[in-house]
């Protein structure tokens, strides 16, 4: 037996499968034989541009809206619907979940690879349960002209701190000689890796600056600086100088002097 429906329903059977995949924008009016102001109009412009129907006859720019429709032509318009607009947004999907996939994975390895990195730090930081002091010492002497402006005079030395999560606070004891008339003076400032304990990399005075010591005659000085935020590793302290005499001499004697190093 055949089952003959007319092509007004169908044409609402296609826009109600239609609704399951995402809206595509309608052609422009290619049946001559379908009205604009038609209920199916829109429907049947969507079935000529997705290919599901090439016109009656086939072909033709005429629809027939009041034809009835075999079998024959039901199943080949639900075909050309899954080939033509179901298949490919499914592949697109696959697509797209094959990319969030990717990059998921990516995702968590960069998540294990942090997490491992906090274990690490967390281990380290862990087995300093008392602050842990370290006992370096320097020599040699140094003259210089001072400017308004610092400038790097002397590498103390190199320390090695244990993990990222701590702090690192710097005791230095030295001696320096001032030359000059009237009210002039050396000052002298610890950085560490050439950054000062507020954070000042450059050679501008900063009113923040800790970890400065001003000498205006002669004579013994100590400086203590707190460090936060360094990475684990080695790091190198510096006395860095500016100030107004004639010059500026560091441990006159040639004396050893110490650095204690504290981490906590």
Same mark, same amino acid.
């Given at each position: 037996?055949?089952?003959?429906?007319?092509?007004?329903?169908?044409?609402?059977?296609?826009?109600? !499968?239609?609704?399951?995949?995402?809206? &595509?924008?309608?052609?422009?009016?290619?049946?001559?034989?379908?009205?604009?102001?038609?209920?199916?109009?829109?429907?049947?412009?969507?079935?000529?541009?997705?290919?599901?129907?090439?016109?009656?006859?086939?072909?033709?720019?005429? !629809?027939?809206?009041?034809?009835?429709?075999?079998?024959?032509?039901?199943?080949?318009?639900?075909?050309?619907?899954?080939?033509?607009?179901?298949?490919?947004?499914?592949?697109?999907?696959?697509?797209?979940?094959?990319?969030?996939?990717?990059?998921?994975?990516?995702?968590?390895?960069?998540?294990?690879?942090?997490?491992?990195?906090?274990?690490?730090?967390?281990?380290?930081?862990?087995?300093? &349960?008392?602050?842990?002091?370290?006992?370096?010492?320097?020599?040699?002497?140094?003259?210089?002209?001072?400017?308004?402006?610092?400038?790097?005079?002397?590498?103390?030395?190199?320390?090695?701190?244990?993990?990222?999560?701590?702090?690192?606070?710097?005791?230095?004891?030295?001696?320096?000689?001032?030359?000059?008339?009237?009210?002039?003076?050396?000052?002298?400032?610890?950085?560490?890796?050439?950054?000062?304990?507020?954070?000042?990399?450059?050679?501008?005075?900063?009113?923040?600056?800790?970890?400065?010591?001003?000498?205006?005659?002669?004579?013994?000085?100590?400086?203590?600086?707190? !460090?936060?935020?360094?990475?684990?590793?080695?790091?190198?302290?510096?006395?860095?100088?500016?100030?107004?005499?004639?010059?500026?001499?560091?441990?006159?004697?040639? !004396?050893?002097?110490?650095?204690?190093?504290?981490?906590?």
């Amino acid at each position: 037996m055949t089952i003959r429906i007319s092509k007004l329903r169908l044409g609402s059977l296609i826009l109600a !499968f239609a609704l399951f995949v995402p809206a &595509t924008a309608w052609a422009t009016h290619v049946f001559t034989d379908v009205s604009d102001g038609a209920f199916y109009a829109a429907p049947a412009e969507w079935a000529k541009t997705n290919n599901i129907t090439t016109g009656s006859p086939a072909g033709s720019s005429t !629809f027939k809206p009041l034809d009835g429709v075999t079998r024959g032509e039901s199943v080949t318009f639900l075909k050309r619907y899954h080939d033509n607009v179901v298949q490919p947004q499914i592949d697109t999907n696959k697509a797209d979940i094959t990319t969030m996939s990717t990059a998921l994975g990516n995702h968590s390895l960069s998540i294990d690879a942090n997490t491992s990195d906090i274990a690490t730090n967390a281990s380290a930081i862990a087995a300093i &349960t008392t602050p842990i002091t370290t006992r370096y010492t320097y020599s040699g002497t140094t003259i210089a002209t001072p400017t308004s402006a610092w400038v790097n005079q002397v590498t103390v030395g190199v320390f090695t701190k244990a993990a990222a999560g701590t702090d690192i606070l710097l005791d230095i004891s030295g001696n320096s000689e001032t030359a000059g008339t009237g009210s002039t003076n050396c000052l002298w400032q610890v950085r560490v890796d050439g950054v000062s304990d507020a954070g000042n990399s450059g050679t501008a005075a900063s009113s923040s600056d800790g970890g400065t010591v001003v000498n205006y005659y002669s004579g013994p000085w100590n400086i203590d600086a707190l !460090f936060t935020g360094l990475s684990a590793g080695a790091h190198t302290v510096q006395l860095w100088l500016r100030g107004n005499s004639t010059s500026c001499m560091n441990n006159p004697g040639n !004396f050893t002097y110490t650095m204690l190093v504290t981490e906590s």
